[in-house]
């Protein structure tokens, strides 16, 4: 078997190098594992053992390359000092994968780091791929493959999981035996040595029998890689994903206002949401949410529709959505008409729609409703409140299956999901919806937060061809930060709208070039290393003449040292943005967009997005701030041509992802006034 990822989910023969009749001991619990009647597996298991001949009814050999048939994949649970030697085995027995559950690598320091480089400098040498070390293992539903600690294998079903985590393997097999959620893939990477998330995503995104990929992600070296493949993935498949460790204990210093808002947390949320994927925030949403979208489909709008026994569960989880930013909205006249017929008089049909107590009515009344919503145009997804009596009540879930039945052969496409309220009395017929393909979520919290994550985001258009980068500016200072005017300079090439400015070098100078210019103009000290100038009284506005531009010009050399000063004249008021970008060593360029001017990380109501990026990609950044309410206009002042815009940041971006000599670019502020953008202050980081 040539590809290396079908004898590791597929494999016909599996060898345990470290196998083991002792009880407790790795090599005897995954011998036991493969060889179980009830995983089924259908391939030829072997052992590797110095001396035995035979291990649990298994032939043993003493070597991989002694086994008369070519092994597909070799499990590895030998010591970590054995592993270089029994990869070369592994090679010369001509297996494409080995999976490392042996620990004790570069996750125990120096000395593990360097058995770890040399075992994948054999791997590589070898021509063998190989998962972990450190791992958990793998599983495959479909071929009986349990390869892995857990202690069962897990339904069948369209979910495969990758994971760093060895406990999210186990926690699979516990929430498909206690919820029914059923897996086909299982990958727990260990320290990802060699084979990495985006090896697996790749393979499991082509795959039939994967319907919906739950990616947990604790560590990434290659953003880029993992979110150009996440993109070609989500179009036609959902990606699920967890990222831990986004909220570190310090922040790295940074100088720029880019630097310091685009944090590492916030760039993999970006790039995650930029690449199409549902964002959860903790394991269990996690598989929550990946179970979801294997029994349903994504939610492809806002608006929901509930049907409630209770006024007050109904209230809640109409906050909870709305909070989530779903929307509960109130039905058409007529379909609040035909969902009335099936109420009583003082029940509700406005949404949520309130069937009250009348219990004997339940079953017909939940029926009709879930039935008139999902056939109807108002609603995007429904929700029947199942709690306490109507829970409890197996014509009710009934009903809910029937009317969904109904709903799907007269082509309604929304999700259905119910909010389950209930005391264990009523398991049995929670299991009743979930083997229907009903998701079952518990109480009005975790509904809302299920109901968030299976939100779809529509797929990303593929950038326009980048823009040619001009030369590089030639001076910089220490740091890396490019003169001003060279910045100015640069950007105008390009063709963006940058403010008029010129250099001055002298007081006399500065009041003869005010003169020149207009007024009121605008002072700015140019000194190296000089990152903030508004915190160092650096900036001087609103001068209306020239002696007052002398004076700046005199103030600055007093307190600042001597050095020019950039003029420009004052930009009329208007909304202050920020567009930003830098290269993450991962990820590669980023932009960023938001509220500018001084109180930038005051608010830090911003945006990102990997770069670059088209308008659409822009207009949906902007659509994503706080502050784009003031983008209508606020207090007398035009609304902004938003369009106009997003066209700016989409060109920015991919001018930005072009000239590979600028490490890090703020522009800020861009006054926006109208139609009108102006690029008041740059600061560039030169590579």
Same mark, same amino acid.
Request: contains cysteine.
């Given at each position: 078997?040539?590809?290396?990822?079908?004898?590791?989910?597929?494999?016909?023969?599996?060898?345990?190098?470290?196998?083991?009749?002792?009880?407790?001991?790795?090599?005897?619990?995954?011998?036991?594992?493969?060889?179980?009647?009830?995983?089924?597996?259908?391939?030829?298991?072997?052992?590797?053992?110095?001396?035995?001949?035979?291990?649990?009814?298994?032939?043993?050999?003493?070597?991989?390359?002694?086994?008369?048939?070519?092994?597909?994949?070799?499990?590895?649970?030998?010591?970590?000092?054995?592993?270089?030697?029994?990869?070369?085995?592994?090679?010369?027995?001509?297996?494409?994968?080995?999976?490392?559950?042996?620990?004790?690598?570069?996750?125990?320091?120096?000395?593990?780091?360097?058995?770890?480089?040399?075992?994948?400098?054999?791997?590589?040498?070898?021509?063998?791929?190989?998962?972990?070390?450190?791992?958990?293992?793998?599983?495959?539903?479909?071929?009986?493959?349990?390869?892995?600690?857990?202690?069962?294998?897990?339904?069948?079903?369209?979910?495969?999981?990758?994971?760093?985590?060895?406990?999210?393997?186990?926690?699979?097999?516990?929430?498909?035996?206690?919820?029914?959620?059923?897996?086909?893939?299982?990958?727990?990477?260990?320290?990802?040595?060699?084979?990495?998330?985006?090896?697996?995503?790749?393979?499991?995104?082509?795959?039939?029998?994967?319907?919906?990929? /739950?990616?947990? !992600?604790?560590?990434?070296?290659?953003?880029?890689? &993992?979110? *150009?493949? $996440? %993109? #070609?993935?989500? @179009?036609?498949?959902?990606?699920?994903?967890?990222?831990?460790?986004?909220?570190?204990?310090?922040?790295?210093?940074?100088?720029?206002?880019?630097?310091?808002?685009?944090?590492?947390?916030?760039?993999?949320?970006?790039?995650?949401?930029?690449?199409?994927?549902?964002?959860?925030?903790?394991?269990?949403?996690?598989?929550?949410?990946?179970?979801?979208?294997?029994?349903?489909?994504?939610?492809?709008?806002?608006?929901?529709?509930?049907?409630?026994?209770?006024?007050?569960?109904?209230?809640?989880?109409?906050?909870?959505?709305? /909070?989530?930013? !779903?929307?509960?909205?109130?039905?058409?006249?007529? &379909?609040? *008409?035909? $969902? %009335? #017929?099936?109420? @009583?008089?003082?029940?509700?049909?406005?949404?949520?729609?309130?069937?009250?107590?009348?219990?004997?009515?339940?079953?017909?009344?939940?029926?009709?409703?879930?039935?008139?919503?999902?056939?109807?145009?108002?609603?995007?997804?429904?929700?029947?409140?199942?709690?306490?009596?109507?829970?409890?009540?197996?014509?009710?879930?009934?009903?809910?299956?029937?009317?969904?039945?109904?709903?799907?052969?007269?082509?309604?496409?929304?999700?259905?999901?119910?909010?389950?309220?209930?005391?264990?009395?009523?398991?049995?017929?929670?299991?009743?919806?979930?083997?229907?393909?009903?998701?079952?979520?518990?109480?009005?919290?975790?509904?809302?937060?299920?109901?968030?994550?299976?939100?779809?985001?529509?797929?990303?258009?593929?950038?326009?061809?980048?823009?040619?980068?001009?030369?590089?500016?030639?001076?910089?200072?220490?740091?890396?930060?490019?003169?001003?005017?060279?910045?100015?300079?640069?950007?105008?090439?390009?063709?963006?709208?940058?403010?008029?400015?010129?250099?001055?070098?002298?007081?006399?100078?500065?009041?003869?070039?005010?003169?020149?210019?207009?007024?009121?103009?605008?002072?700015?000290?140019?000194?190296?290393?000089?990152?903030?100038?508004?915190?160092?009284?650096?900036?001087?506005?609103?001068?209306?003449?020239?002696?007052?531009?002398?004076?700046?010009?005199?103030?600055?050399?007093?307190?600042?040292?001597?050095?020019?000063?950039?003029?420009?004249?004052?930009?009329?008021?208007?909304?202050?943005?920020?567009?930003?970008?830098?290269?993450?060593?991962?990820?590669?360029?980023?932009?960023?967009?938001?509220?500018?001017?001084?109180?930038?990380?005051?608010?830090?109501?911003?945006?990102?997005?990997?770069?670059?990026?088209?308008?659409?990609?822009?207009?949906?950044?902007?659509?994503?701030?706080?502050?784009?309410?003031?983008?209508?206009?606020?207090?007398?002042?035009?609304?902004?041509?938003?369009?106009?815009?997003?066209?700016?940041?989409?060109?920015?971006?991919?001018?930005?992802?072009?000239?590979?000599?600028?490490?890090?670019?703020?522009?800020?502020?861009?006054?926006?006034?109208?139609?009108?953008?102006?690029?008041?202050?740059?600061?560039?980081?030169?590579?």
């Amino acid at each position: 078997m040539s590809d290396w990822r079908e004898a590791l989910f597929s494999p016909r023969r599996v060898a345990i190098v470290g196998a083991s009749e002792t009880p407790g001991k790795a090599g005897a619990l995954f011998l036991r594992n493969l060889i179980s009647p009830e995983a089924g597996f259908t391939g030829e298991v072997i052992g590797v053992h110095p001396t035995a001949t035979e291990l649990m009814g298994v032939p043993a050999f003493p070597r991989l390359d002694a086994a008369p048939a070519p092994v597909d994949l070799a499990v590895v649970v030998t010591p970590p000092a054995t592993l270089p030697s029994v990869i070369e085995d592994c090679g010369r027995a001509k297996a494409p994968v080995a999976v490392v559950v042996t620990g004790g690598f570069a996750e125990t320091g120096a000395e593990g780091a360097a058995l770890q480089r040399k075992t994948i400098e054999t791997a590589r040498a070898q021509g063998v791929r190989l998962v972990g070390p450190n791992c958990f293992g793998v599983i495959s539903t479909q071929s009986g493959l349990n390869a892995s600690l857990s202690i069962g294998l897990p339904k069948k079903g369209g979910v495969s999981l990758v994971t760093q985590s060895g406990a999210y393997g186990m926690a699979a097999y516990s929430r498909s035996m206690d919820e029914g959620m059923g897996f086909s893939k299982i990958a727990a990477l260990g320290n990802k040595a060699d084979v990495d998330e985006a090896d697996i995503l790749a393979y499991l995104g082509a795959d039939p029998e994967t319907r919906v990929i /739950a990616l947990l !992600l604790e560590s990434l070296h290659d953003g880029r890689r &993992l979110f *150009e493949t $996440i %993109a #070609s993935i989500t @179009p036609t498949k959902p990606v699920v994903a967890l990222k831990t460790g986004r909220h570190p204990g310090a922040q790295r210093a940074a100088a720029s206002h880019t630097a310091a808002l685009s944090s590492d947390a916030a760039i993999v949320d970006a790039a995650l949401r930029q690449a199409g994927a549902h964002l959860v925030e903790d394991g269990f949403s996690l598989l929550e949410v990946s179970a979801s979208l294997d029994r349903q489909p994504p939610l492809r709008g806002k608006k929901v529709g509930i049907v409630t026994n209770s006024g007050g569960a109904g209230v809640e989880l109409t906050d909870l959505l709305e /909070a989530q930013g !779903l929307a509960v909205p109130v039905l058409s006249a007529a &379909l609040q *008409e035909k $969902i %009335a #017929s099936t109420l @009583p008089s003082y029940g509700s049909p406005v949404n949520p729609v309130d069937v009250t107590t009348d219990w004997a009515r339940f079953p017909a009344m939940y029926g009709a409703s879930v039935e008139a919503l999902m056939t109807s145009d108002d609603v995007d997804a429904v929700v029947p409140v199942l709690l306490q009596r109507s829970a409890l009540m197996p014509e009710v879930a009934e009903a809910i299956i029937a009317a969904y039945a109904r709903s799907r052969d007269a082509g309604s496409t929304k999700p259905l999901h119910v909010c389950w309220v209930a005391p264990k009395a009523a398991d049995g017929n929670r299991a009743r919806l979930l083997a229907a393909g009903i998701p079952c979520h518990l109480w009005p919290a975790g509904t809302a937060t299920a109901l968030a994550g299976v939100a779809a985001r529509p797929a990303i258009a593929p950038p326009k061809p980048a823009i040619v980068g001009t030369a590089a500016p030639k001076r910089r200072d220490a740091d890396g930060w490019a003169s001003a005017p060279e910045a100015f300079a640069m950007l105008a090439q390009a063709g963006f709208p940058v403010a008029p400015f010129a250099i001055v070098s002298s007081a006399s100078a500065a009041a003869a070039m005010a003169k020149e210019m207009g007024f009121p103009i605008v002072l700015k000290a140019e000194r190296a290393g000089l990152t903030h100038k508004s915190d160092k009284g650096a900036v001087r506005v609103g001068l209306r003449d020239g002696d007052a531009a002398a004076q700046a010009f005199i103030d600055f050399e007093r307190r600042l040292g001597p050095g020019p000063a950039l003029m420009q004249p004052q930009a009329p008021p208007g909304l202050e943005l920020v567009i930003g970008g830098r290269r993450d060593p991962s990820f590669g360029p980023i932009i960023l967009v938001g509220l500018g001017g001084v109180l930038i990380e005051i608010f830090n109501d911003v945006a990102l997005r990997l770069a670059p990026i088209d308008a659409r990609e822009a207009r949906d950044m902007l659509e994503g701030l706080k502050c784009r309410r003031l983008f209508q206009g606020h207090r007398g002042a035009p609304p902004l041509g938003v369009e106009k815009f997003a066209h700016l940041l989409a060109d920015v971006s991919q001018w930005f992802q072009a000239a590979s000599s600028i490490a890090e670019l703020d522009l800020n502020p861009v006054i926006a006034d109208g139609d009108r953008y102006t690029i008041v202050d740059v600061r560039m980081r030169l590579a």
